[in-house]
């Protein structure tokens, strides 16, 4: 019974939390990388690779921890029912077999969406496909409305918190159409 209302309250807070700090952080990310931001302002298209290359980069939330049911050995390790495991998603986006220059925001990537931002097997996020289509539209309605929309970099913003990271402001300029 534990499992399910933990499960729950995930449902309830990380709908709200993790798309609010994915459309931020990913205009965060585009604003970092102007040389991305161009070509996705000149093809909107490329605004999904750009959101699946942010996953890779900042999952949120970034690790999970469980406790295994049962004795269970992992390579080398054998972990112990009970035993606390952290599994670090942000790690696993950075397997050098799998996205080569991993370190590298880039939203014409091919294989983004191997990133694991979603977890895998049973503890896979339930809500995935709509966490996928939530930050497109805000994202492609502010490419459409702000083209020129700049981050005026007045006060950094820092992410904090260890599950869902996300700056407290992001203030952009923009002119606005006469």
């Known amino acids: 019974m534990p499992e399910v209302a933990s499960n729950v309250a995930v449902l309830m807070f990380g709908g709200i939390e993790t798309t609010e700090a994915m459309i931020t952080n990913a205009l965060l990310h585009l604003f970092r990388h102007p040389a991305q931001l161009t070509l996705v302002r000149d093809d909107v298209d490329l605004l999904d690779g750009a959101i699946e290359s942010h996953r890779a980069s900042n999952p949120a939330p970034p690790s999970w921890t ?21 599994v670090s998603l942000t790690g696993a986006n950075r397997h050098l077999a799998v996205f080569p220059d991993p370190d590298r925001f880039d939203v014409r990537r091919e294989n983004a969406r191997l990133q694991l931002a979603f977890a895998h097997g049973p503890h896979h996020c339930l809500a995935e496909r709509l966490a996928r289509l939530e930050p497109a539209s805000p994202s492609t309605a502010s490419s459409n409305a702000c083209p020129d929309c700049a981050w005026t970099r007045t006060t950094p913003p820092l992410c904090g918190g260890l599950v869902f990271r996300k700056p407290s402001a992001l203030h952009v300029l923009w002119d606005a159409p006469a």
């Open 66 to 86: 469980a406790t295994p049911p049962g004795t269970t050995v992992l390579g080398p390790a054998a972990i112990r029912r009970g035993d606390l495991v952290t």
